[in-house]
């Protein structure tokens, strides 16, 4: 393969990873907290949805990306309560809020339909860093989104693992009755981190929107959010971990595309499951590694926390 | 104001789930939905009163919609049935689709391979080609779930996808019928593999086998030792196992049945509805499954009822997509009833009571 070609692909590996990483990211943090949300795909395509129809009103694409992370965080809001407030059946919970979301999407985003986004995040090549021979190309000739997740990435794995309200994240999935005998307010923090984690799976959506495509489909995310979960399971819930991850599952869907592009002969059908059978055969291979290193994800994921029965 | 007379409302736990709630839950969130529903069109600019006059005319106000009403609600029990089975054992097959298009081909695999054969001989081996071609959809998540304890919520689903793709590959390829105009579909099946139909409507009989398999499943569930196993088994995997049940065998069964019902609606979609094999057979009836199982709280008789109501909801959403309003405002609704069911429910557990601040109850 020549040169040209391989960046040109990891470089689309990293584009379409991004979306993948912002929702697992987000993912991170709610399971951490213990609440599983299955709803990210849900989210994801609110998150899409109202970003394009807010940068469509505004011409601002900043802006669409503030209203998709808003969006994000309401329909989380609706998870949180319904799991921490009422002690809903977390799976059930979040397999609704995708079930709504989608709908949600589809109703507000038919009018949307065929128009080019306005403003989009365009590929911004950084200084200096971009003309680094292979890894300028790939890593820093993105949008400022990609940037983003870049920063994002080490704030989040220093804020979990070295300071105290990252320690009291972890306490809250560990262990919540331990967490709570510490002072720690269990409830709030699992409302905080399930808040925050819909705000980055609508960043996630509206990546989708504004940068990737850049326009609007229904269900345009394509079961992304789902994978994206399945990317939280390989990562061992740690942020760099869903980093390197999220470029393996954007390099497969990268893949696809240029093995179509280069006129192969085999049915674009079977390129697009590509993705979905990696996924399967990656949470095979993630979930046997984890359980010989005893990483099963945090002690009390997707169980509701009921101070009576301490 | 003293703080010791403050009145807090608390929840507390019942000794046994209240009868009549566990009856009223689902009626009020059903309400409570289209209440949210009205609430949502209107702010969106529409007259709510009209749009559910219009779904309501639309299903049920002649022959046609309500006979059209039972028609979507056949699809809508077989997989209703298979999801609530496998939900019951808390094994989360979200792949109620991909197992329905699975089973839409290997039916129609049967249909278009052996165009000369009897009826009789036909339909019998595209009922057993269509609920295997779905049970061993459901089996592939099942096995890496009971041998490794893969997350079937993730794989089962995943499935869906490329079972979609699987079968627009041959609708867009090699099955596609060369008279079709280029459009996704194979050629019609011969007229010895459709099913029959009642009534002069296209209601087939895939609704005797739907109710059968409700009967028959409330028969397993309540009265065998394999019903027993999974009830336990969804209760208390650590009791199950302690009393020597063998679980991985049962996440094979289970899964194997749960995929095979819905593997059986798609067969009947195919030999009752489409006579062929087509791009889309299904408007999302194994998502739809996944409301119809909680909402009638993994109970076969009460599939058959709530199957019956979505389907009313689905073709009240077809009548008022001619009005203007996204197909998508019926899946909205969907979600928002299992939000609503699933936010009252702690009502049949616990009762609100008021309790002064600094007091414990007493029990």
Known sequence: MDQMLLISILAAAVTSGTPILYAALGEILAERSGVLNLGLEGMMLVGAVSGFMAAVKTSNPWLGLMVAALAGGVLALIHAFLTINLRANQVVSGLALTIFGTGLSGFLGKPLIGIPAPQTFKPVTIPLLGKIPLLGPILFQQDYLVYLSYLLVPILWFYLYRTRPGLHLRAVGENPAAADAMGVGVFSLRYLYVAVGGMLAGIGGAYLSLAYAPTWLENMTAGRGWIAIALVIFSMWDPVRALLGSYLFGGVDALGFRIQAVGAMIPSFFLNMLPYIFTILVLILATREGSRRGAAGPGALGLPYDREER | ?363
Do not use: C
Not at chain 2, 91 to 117: C, H, K, R, T
């Open chain 2, 1 to 363: 104001m003293n703080k010791q007379s403050q009145l807090t409302l608390t929840l507390e736990k019942r000794l046994a789930p209240s009868r009549w709630i566990s009856f009223l839950v689902p009626t009020i969130s059903v309400a409570m939905a289209l209440l949210f529903g009205a609430i949502f069109l209107l702010m969106t600019g529409h007259d709510p009163l009209k749009v559910y006059e219009i779904m309501a005319e639309g299903a049920f106000g002649s022959k046609y919609g309500l006979s059209e009403t039972v028609v979507k609600s056949i699809p809508l029990m077989l997989t209703g049935l298979g999801v609530s089975i496998a939900f019951k054992m808390l094994l989360w097959n979200i792949g109620a689709e991909g197992q329905l298009y699975m089973g839409a081909f290997a039916a129609s695999w049967v249909a278009l391979s052996f165009p000369d054969a009897s009826p009789g001989f036909l339909l019998s081996a595209m009922f057993l080609a269509g609920f295997l071609g779905g049970a061993l959809w459901g089996l592939l998540p099942a096995l890496p779930r009971a041998f490794l304890g893969v997350n079937e919520v993730i794989t089962s689903l995943m499935l869906n996808y490329v079972a979609i793709l699987w079968v627009d590959y041959l609708v867009y390829g090699p099955w596609k019928d060369p008279k079709g105009f280029n459009f996704p579909l194979t050629a019609p099946f011969t007229p010895s593999a459709d099913l029959p139909t009642f009534f002069g409507t296209r209601i087939h009989l895939g609704l005797v086998v739907a109710l059968a398999a409700a009967a028959i499943l409330n028969v397993v569930l309540w009265r065998t030792r394999w019903g027993y196993e999974i009830r336990v088994i969804g209760e208390s995997p650590a009791a199950a196992r302690y009393a020597g049940m063998n679980i991985a065998r049962n996440i094979l069964l289970v899964m194997f049945l749960s995929g095979g019902l819905a593997g059986l609606a798609g067969m009947t979609e195919v030999a009752g509805i489409t006579h062929r094999l087509q791009h889309g057979i299904s408007p999302g009836y194994g998502y739809s499954a996944i409301i119809i199982a909680w909402l009638s709280k993994l109970s076969p008789g009460a599939v058959v009822l709530v199957s019956f109501l979505l389907g009313a909801l689905l073709v009240g959403g077809y009548s008022i997509q001619s009005s203007g309003l996204p197909a998508a405002t019926v899946s909205m609704l969907q979600g928002a009833i299992l939000f609503f069911v699933l936010g009252s429910e702690i009502l049949t557990k616990y009762r609100l009571v008021l309790v002064r601040r600094g007091e414990r109850r007493a029990n």
